[in-house]
């Protein structure tokens, strides 16, 4: 893989001129229900759109991300080689039904229960069974290639959570989810999406830490995707110092903000707020003297794409398609992405 866009898509316009500035998207979200039925309530819409878009665009890769509504359905479709069958032929059944080429899994996360999943150690191994079975009956289907692709966390925990090497005997490439690196976890205001990591941070982590991360525990640098984000997080009640709110200890976690578009539209230089580049994260923020909201912008997204083509990465890819009406950081990653 090279050069990769792809954009998470759910609610929202989607049109001919998107289709045909990314290589692929994920459908945000069928449903993986804990008795190994597949719905795609959440996507709806954009299923049936499929014919619409496969005609702005034959070469566009679509691909059905899926998700739990039941806080242990990965868990229990995974437990069991009864289960992992049954979910897999559904899986299938849906990318046959809905014309995808592929589907894509967002646990959110094997073993890890602080997304308030009911989770078990058995996870680990048994997701490995589970993307093999789903690779063996997506194969099964014959008549074109199908793509197995995971959303993974952008952190050792998730590392240790699963099996990298033998993972990728099965999946064609992992979107490592390179946002959130600073959330509700954290109440220290920084980057939350940041190319590089500060020294100075004691929560260090960034997109360069965590993709370099996923090749030292077994991933092909070519097919693993960094993760963008077009939308902001946001820490509150900060006190007015010397470096912006940055690195700042904060009384609560760290909220979710407006979207890149509400960004451009009352906040970036407006209402108060005024923009910092941090030269070394390689990425900006906001702070207006209490607020403090961290983003990408499209010179963030410059430095992530010639970053991702200089190391030989697959590429890149966004959350999420609907927060930027303005099409700004698309046509950014479409040019520099497509720049020779």
Excluded at 168 to 196: P, Q, V
Aim: a negative charge; glycine letters at 8%.
């Amino acid at each position: 893989m090279k050069n990769e866009i792809i954009g998470y898509v759910g609610s929202g316009e989607f049109t001919e001129e998107d289709a045909k500035k990314l290589t692929g998207i994920n459908l945000a979200f069928g449903e993986l229900h804990n008795d190994g039925t597949v719905t795609c309530n959440g996507c709806k819409e954009k299923v049936e759109m499929i014919p619409q878009i496969r005609k702005w665009n034959p070469n566009l890769r679509i691909v059905l991300s899926m998700v739990q509504p039941e806080r242990d359905a990965f868990t229990i479709c995974c437990a069991t080689e009864e289960m992992r069958e049954k979910a897999a032929a559904a899986l299938a059944e849906a990318a046959v039904k809905y014309d995808l080429d592929g589907i894509d899994l967002d646990w959110e996360y094997p073993c890890v229960p602080s997304n308030n999943s009911a989770v078990s150690p058995d996870d680990k191994h048994n997701f490995t069974l589970f993307c093999k079975a789903i690779r063996r009956h997506l194969d099964a289907i014959g008549g074109k290639k199908y793509y197995l692709t995971i959303a993974a966390g952008a952190d050792l925990y998730y590392v240790n959570c699963v099996e990298i090497p033998q993972l990728m005997e099965c999946l064609d490439y992992i979107n490592i989810m390179t946002y959130d690196l600073k959330c509700g976890f954290h109440a220290l205001a920084g980057h939350h999406t940041s190319l590089f990591s500060k020294p100075a941070d004691v929560f260090m982590n960034s997109c360069a830490q965590a993709l370099e991360l996923f090749v030292k525990y077994g991933a092909p640098a070519d097919r693993i995707l960094m993760g963008a984000a077009f939308y902001s997080r946001k820490w509150e009640n900060l006190k007015d110092n010397e470096n912006h709110g940055l690195l700042e200890l904060c009384p609560n976690g760290g909220g979710y903000g407006p979207d890149y578009d509400i960004l451009v539209k009352d906040y970036i230089n407006k209402n108060g707020y005024v923009e910092y580049w941090d030269d070394e994260a390689k990425a900006p923020w906001l702070f207006n003297g209490s607020t403090f909201l961290s983003y990408d912008d499209p010179r963030s997204l410059k430095e992530k794409a010639a970053f991702v083509k200089e190391k030989g990465y697959g590429g890149i890819f966004y959350w999420e398609h609907k927060c930027d009406s303005t099409r700004t950081l698309l046509d950014t990653l479409y040019q520099e992405m497509n720049q020779q």
